[in-house]
C-alpha cells in the first residue's frame, strides 16, 4: 500500500470514529432532554357548571344533589394546584388540590304549584299549593384532593401533544345555603258584611341557614376529569394545557393548565 492510501485510509477511519463520537453525543444529548422530572403543575376553570336538562350527566347531577327533577342552577370557578412527575416530551402524572367556587346567588332544587278545583260555601274555586325545597348558595366550595393522568397521543414536531387528560379523587363541601320552603295555609274569604263566603290558600316561603353539606347526598364526594386536552410544549421544562370536557358532577368548555418542570436535562 502506498503512502498516499494510507494517508487516505487514517484519515478515513478518523472521521468515522468523530462521526460515531458525534452520533453517540447527539443520541446521549437527545436522551437527555427528556428525563422523568419533578415538578409544579396549576390549572383553572374559568367557568364551571352543572349542567341542566335530560341527559346523562344532568340526571347524574341531579342524584348527587337530591334535587330530583326541580334541577341544578349551579357554575363557578374551579382551581387546582400541585405537584406533577413526567417527561416535557412524554405523558406525566400529578397530584393536586382542587378549589372549586360557586357562585352566590346559585340554586338547587325548585318549586311545584299543583292546583286542584274545590267547593266550599256553595261556591266552586280553584285553589293552588306551592312544594319542593329551594337552596340558595352562599359561599359554597368544594375543597378537594385529585390524581391526574395526561396521556398523550400524539405529538407534533416535538412542540404539540394531543392527548386526554383523567383524574379522579374527593371533595368536601363547605359554605352555607338559604333554604327555601314554601308554607300553604287556607285563609276565609268575606264578604263586604264580614260573612264567610270561600277560602283560598296563601303561601309563605320560610327561610332558613343550613350547612353546604346539606347540598349533597354523600360528602365527601367524588370527583373526576375527562378532558381532551391540546398541549403546547414551551421550552424544556414548560408544558401549557388546553382542555375541555367532563368536570363531574359537573362540565366546562375551556380549562388552561400548566407544568413546570425542576432541574436541567
Known amino acids: 500500500?502506498?503512502?498516499?492510501?494510507?494517508?487516505?485510509?487514517?484519515?478515513?477511519?478518523?472521521?468515522?470514529?468523530?462521526?460515531?463520537?458525534?452520533?453517540?453525543?447527539?443520541?446521549?444529548?437527545?436522551?437527555?432532554?427528556?428525563?422523568?422530572?419533578?415538578?409544579?403543575?396549576?390549572?383553572?376553570?374559568?367557568?364551571?357548571?352543572?349542567?341542566?336538562g335530560s341527559g346523562p350527566l344532568a340526571k347524574l347531577a341531579e342524584f348527587v344533589h337530591e334535587s330530583g327533577d326541580f334541577g341544578v342552577d349551579v357554575d363557578g370557578i374551579d382551581f387546582r394546584v400541585g405537584v406533577v412527575r413526567g417527561r416535557t416530551l412524554a405523558g406525566e402524572w400529578g397530584v393536586s388540590f382542587v378549589r372549586r367556587s360557586m357562585k352566590d346567588g346559585s340554586t338547587q332544587g325548585g318549586f311545584q304549584v299543583d292546583c286542584f278545583e274545590s267547593s266550599a260555601f256553595g261556591q266552586s274555586t280553584t285553589q293552588c299549593f306551592t312544594g319542593g325545597t329551594r337552596y340558595v348558595y352562599q359561599d359554597v366550595k368544594l375543597n378537594g384532593v385529585e390524581v391526574n393522568k395526561f396521556i398523550p397521543v400524539v405529538t407534533v414536531k416535538r412542540r404539540l401533544q394531543i392527548g386526554i387528560d383523567l383524574a379522579g379523587g374527593v371533595g368536601s363541601m363547605t359554605g352555607t345555603a338559604e333554604q327555601q320552603s314554601p308554607e300553604n295555609t287556607f285563609v276565609p274569604v268575606r264578604n263586604p258584611q264580614g260573612q264567610i263566603i270561600g277560602q283560598t290558600v296563601v303561601t309563605?316561603?320560610?327561610?332558613?341557614?343550613?350547612?353546604?353539606?346539606?347540598?349533597?347526598?354523600?360528602?365527601?364526594?367524588?370527583?373526576?376529569?375527562?378532558?381532551?386536552?391540546?398541549?403546547?410544549?414551551?421550552?424544556?421544562?414548560?408544558?401549557?394545557?388546553?382542555?375541555?370536557?367532563?368536570?363531574?358532577?359537573?362540565?366546562?368548555?375551556?380549562?388552561?393548565?400548566?407544568?413546570?418542570?425542576?432541574?436541567?436535562?
Not at 484519515?11 to 422530572?37: H, I, K, P, W, Y
Not at 381532551?228 to 362540565?251: D, Q, W, Y
Request: proline share 4%; glycine share 8%; charged share 15%.
Open 204 to 265: 309563605t316561603i320560610n327561610s332558613t341557614i343550613v350547612d353546604a353539606k346539606e347540598l349533597v347526598g354523600i360528602d365527601p364526594m367524588l370527583i373526576g376529569r375527562v378532558e381532551f386536552a391540546v398541549a403546547g410544549i414551551l421550552g424544556p421544562s414548560l408544558k401549557v394545557r388546553f382542555s375541555a370536557g367532563m368536570n363531574f358532577p359537573g362540565s366546562h368548555t375551556a380549562s388552561v393548565s400548566a407544568s413546570y418542570f425542576f432541574g436541567r436535562d
Open 1 to 52: 500500500m502506498s503512502d498516499a492510501d494510507r494517508t487516505q485510509s487514517s484519515v478515513t477511519a478518523r472521521t468515522l470514529v468523530c462521526a460515531a463520537v458525534m452520533f453517540m453525543s447527539v443520541s446521549v444529548a437527545e436522551a437527555q432532554t427528556d428525563l422523568t422530572r419533578w415538578g409544579a403543575g396549576a390549572g383553572i376553570v374559568p367557568v364551571w357548571s352543572i349542567p341542566t
